[in-house]
C-alpha cells in the first residue's frame, strides 16, 4: 500500500525543493502546501497544523504514515518509506 505523505514547504526553500524532488524521484505521491502562498485564515490555520507536528515551525516538514520528519534527510525518508 502507497505511504500517505504529506508535505509542509515554502515555496522559496532549497531544502523544500529537494525533499520534493526526491519524493519524485522515488516515485512517491505526496500532498504538498505551499505555507508562504496561503493568505489569512487559511494561512495561519495550516500554520497551527504545523505547529502539531512541528512547535517550530520549520520548512520542510514531511508527514509519512504520522511519521514526523523535520528539514531535509534523505537517510530518514528512506526510513519512513520502508525502503
Do not use: W
Not at 6 to 30: M, N, P, R, W
Amino acid at each position: 500500500m502507497a505511504p500517505k505523505v504529506k508535505v509542509f514547504a515554502l515555496s522559496t526553500c532549497i531544502h523544500c525543493k529537494k525533499a520534493k524532488e526526491y519524493l519524485d524521484q522515488c516515485g512517491v505521491k505526496y500532498d504538498c502546501v505551499h505555507v508562504d502562498q496561503l493568505t489569512g485564515d487559511e494561512r495561519k490555520a495550516v500554520v497551527e497544523e504545523v505547529k502539531k507536528y512541528n512547535p517550530s515551525v520549520s520548512f520542510p516538514t514531511i508527514i509519512i504514515d504520522g511519521k514526523v520528519l523535520v528539514g531535509f534527510n534523505q537517510e530518514k525518508i528512506d526510513e519512513a518509506l520502508h525502503r
